[in-house]
């Protein structure tokens, strides 16, 4: 399993509209402190999330969306989900797409802020039918998508409805993306390990970096790493998991560089960033 970390921030560092500190001193460092908002491919045809970012995700490294048959959304919030780009796949469109529809997996919040959107623009559910078919997910399911194994699972990150967290499962592997959640219970364990799942790689929210503010809907790196040591003692984690930590924001007061040294010398972590690739 191939995962490539296309975006790897919340509201993007440099933010849009700000110049705090943190995003003048990201502008200035360049390079991998230059965050787009989150996103990750895996292979070349599953997709997680699809922002506003896309575009420039793909372009980043090399890429359009064409070979991408499914994407799997988290929520609704629009670092995650701006469905209007959708639309340029219609026919006429997009050409020589990988597979004529387009499987999208999201929350029932989801598809229904969607279908809003969708007749208030008056789209033609003819065209879109041609080219997507949405599947409503619910937390707590384990279910095939293409070659993969989904379960998806509760984020907490009540402010947007139904938020999920998912593990992917290809070939004996197994990848846990946990972005978009505080600190979530031990029943999330408890069903991973019901089901037998094992993780090779854990990805968890650092929303709030190196910080404990309180900010219930987004994790710290001690959150992620009190998670990483929970999933290991539940016997969770392979041996020689990696651990990784993801979605960072200018809110948590620090850069990349920051960001890196921190994450491995505190609490035994690596960072994404913009363009990462993982083999598992
Ligand atoms: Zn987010
Ligand atoms: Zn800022
Ligand atoms: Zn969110």
Not at 14 to 40: E, H, K, W, Y
Not at 54 to 59: D, E, G, P, Q, T
Not at 115 to 141: H, M, N
């Amino acid at each position: 399993m191939k995962l490539q970390f296309l975006g790897t921030a919340a509201e993007r560092i440099p933010a849009m509209f700000c110049a705090c500190d943190t995003c003048r001193r990201a502008l200035a460092a360049g390079g991998r402190n230059i965050m787009r908002r989150s996103q990750v491919l895996i292979n070349d045809d599953l997709l997680i999330d699809f922002s506003g970012d896309s575009y420039s995700n793909f372009i980043n490294v090399g890429k359009t969306l064409s070979n991408v048959e499914h994407v799997l959304i988290t929520h609704a919030h629009d670092d995650h989900f701006t469905f209007e780009d959708f639309f340029s796949r219609f026919e006429g469109i997009a050409y020589n797409v990988r597979t004529e529809k387009l499987r999208i997996y999201l929350s029932s919040v989801a598809y229904d802020i969607m279908q809003k959107c969708i007749t208030a623009r008056g789209l033609d559910k003819k065209s879109l039918g041609k080219r997507f078919e949405f599947i409503v997910v619910e937390p707590y399911t384990t279910f095939p998508v293409g070659k993969y194994t989904v379960t998806a699972l509760p984020a907490v990150h009540a402010s947007c409805g139904e938020a999920l967290i998912y593990l992917i499962e290809e070939d004996g592997k197994a990848f846990f993306y946990g972005t978009d959640t505080g600190f979530f219970s031990e029943e999330t364990d408890a069903f991973l390990a019901r089901e037998g799942k094992k993780i090779d790689l854990l990805c968890l929210d650092c929303t709030k970096c190196d910080n404990e503010f309180n900010y219930y809907v987004h994790m710290s790196m001690s959150e992620g790493r009190r998670i990483a040591d929970r999933f290991a003692e539940g016997g969770l984690l392979k041996d020689g998991a990696a651990l990784y930590y993801t979605h960072f924001s200018h809110n948590g007061g620090m850069i990349y560089d920051e960001l890196a040294e921190v994450a491995r010398s505190k609490y035994g972590f690596a960072v994404t960033y913009d363009g990462l690739t993982v083999t598992l």
